[in-house]
């Protein structure tokens, strides 16, 4: 289960609006410079992600919580997202190079296969992201921010 902690920053009938902090590890990287991740991570979200899952319990803004996913959801996901591109690309090189015996078509082919593809992804990820299995689930509900006490220390307890 991969786990991840979020802040709720709202709480409404049953739904809570979570912020996660984006947390990448490229700055300490020595590969940096060439990796793609790096790329991504700058057209990306700079700092947070904001999502809504349902909860039972009533949360306070504020207050942390841990959620957690099934392995075998993201990596499925992640396969659907890099994989289906791809083959569309593939697939409609394929046909367009069968078809016109040319580069040119060729190339054309596999741009509109490889954008074909991206939207066959975005329409299953969103059919699939409806299912259960794919939803993150709260695991550890921490104390709220108002319920959590400190009392200090006098002096007069210590020991001389």
């Not at 709720?8 to 990287?29: Q, R, Y």
Request: hydrophobic content about 40%; some cysteine.
């Amino acid at each position: 289960m991969m786990r991840e902690w979020a802040t709720v920053v709202a709480w409404d009938n049953g739904i809570a609006t979570l912020h996660t902090e984006a947390k990448t590890t490229c700055n300490s990287c020595s590969a940096r410079k060439g990796c793609g991740s790096q790329m991504l991570n700058k057209l990306g979200p700079k700092d947070a992600h904001v999502m809504q899952i349902s909860s039972d319990k009533p949360l306070q803004p504020g207050q942390r919580i841990e959620l957690g996913i099934k392995e075998s959801s993201l990596l499925s996901s992640a396969l659907m997202v890099y994989i289906t591109p791809l083959v569309g690309l593939f697939i409609g090189a394929g046909l367009m190079q069968y078809c016109f015996n040319a580069d040119l078509a060729s190339a054309g082919g596999a741009l509109l296969g490889g954008v074909g593809g991206f939207f066959v992804a975005k329409y299953l990820s969103k059919m699939m992201g409806d299912k259960h299995s794919f939803q993150p689930i709260i695991l550890t509900v921490a104390l709220g921010p108002d319920q959590l006490r400190v009392d200090p220390v006098h002096s007069s307890h210590t020991a001389s």
